[in-house]
């Protein structure tokens, strides 16, 4: 029961990071790495507790990696481009 509560803090500490945090991309991509930690101990411990197949978790942590990954190219090409990471200086119209 413990796990549940601990799951329920990470993805809303995350929850909060990307709320308030937003300005920089590598604060949000951190923010939806712990929403998705928090997810997948929630749906661990979920699957353990009911004896259900658990193999839900490794397909989810597959699409979580290559989320980051994903997120972490985005953000190498954003500062090779602009010089950082600051989300306002990044305009939609420029090419």
Do not use: H, P, W
């Amino acid at each position: 029961m413990l796990f549940f509560f601990v799951s329920a803090i990470i993805f809303f500490g995350g929850l909060l990071v990307v709320c308030y945090k937003y300005n920089y991309l590598l604060m949000l991509l951190l923010g939806l790495e712990y929403i998705s930690l928090g997810l997948f101990i929630y749906v661990f411990f979920y699957f353990s507790f009911f004896d259900l197949e658990i193999y839900f978790s490794v397909i989810f942590l597959t699409f979580v990696v290559c989320e980051g990954a994903l997120g972490l190219s985005i953000l190498v090409s954003l500062v090779r481009m602009y010089g950082n990471d600051f989300l306002q200086s990044i305009s939609i119209l420029q090419c």
